[in-house]
């Protein structure tokens, strides 16, 4: 199933340097970047040892407000897909990798059996980046980074225990490793059309970037916001008792 519909600007000169909600200056983020790639000259070592860097980060839910700000990148030890998505295209912009998000709309009902179902209760469209790499003269789509491989390996057992096709924000033929050779997916996968994006929004440099198209398709308000407070309390003290087996 090709569930990348919409038509991108696939030129890779587009998707380098700083843009709306890209800040490669900020401090510590190059020093970073240099540190965990000291001596590799290959790109793609360069983008799976930087993946590997990202993927290992704990998941948990982010605080909204920090989760997708450049200034925060250096500050946070852990975080989720959309901090990791964001963490992950500034190191690549600065090892010289195009880097871009593409964002899609799940069904949230069907990636988040197992948690609080929060759009039921705001109303929310599920909204959600997947980074795409230019590597090997084109794009390959990568969000196998969003759940720590302890944890996703604990998620994944209780999907298939539960006989779910999907739940706690994975796709049970998701992954969490990527070579560098193609498409890694987490959250759903083309060999099930249900869980597959419902719309592709589009490419975009950043979270704001984003939002100045499709901002209005997901207002915030004092509703909304209060609902996230709570989703993301229950999301994490499941995701934490999982952890410990529980």
């Not at 099930?192 to 970037?209: A, T, W």
């Amino acid at each position: 199933m090709d569930w990348k519909s919409c038509v991108c600007d696939d030129r890779p000169v587009v998707w380098l340097g700083s843009a709306p909600g890209v800040d490669l200056e900020v401090p510590g983020l190059r020093a970073q970047a240099a540190r965990l790639t000291d001596g590799l000259k290959d790109p793609v070592e360069v983008a799976v040892t930087l993946f590997r860097h990202v993927s290992l980060l704990p998941f948990e839910l982010s605080d909204p407000a920090l989760r997708t700000t450049p200034d925060a990148l250096t500050r946070l030890t852990a975080g989720d897909g959309y901090f990791k998505a964001t963490l992950w295209l500034h190191l690549l912009r600065i090892g010289g990798i195009p880097a871009r998000m593409r964002w899609v709309q799940l069904e949230p009902t069907y990636v988040t059996r197992g948690l609080w179902d929060f759009s039921r209760l705001a109303g929310m469209p599920f909204f959600y980046p997947l980074t795409e790499v230019w590597l090997h003269d084109h794009w390959q789509s990568v969000d196998a980074y969003a759940m720590d491989p302890p944890l996703f390996r604990v998620v994944v057992a209780e999907i298939h225990r539960r006989e779910l096709m999907a739940g706690y924000f994975v796709h049970r033929d998701g992954v969490c490793h990527w070579d560098g050779q193609g498409d890694a997916l987490q959250r759903f996968s083309p060999s099930d059309p249900d869980s597959c994006p419902i719309r592709d929004m589009g490419c975009f440099h950043s979270h704001r970037d984003f939002l100045r198209t499709w901002g209005q398709a997901a207002p915030a308000t004092a509703v909304t916001n209060l609902a996230y407070e709570n989703q993301t309390r229950l999301m994490n003290e499941t995701f934490a008792r999982m952890r410990q087996g529980g």
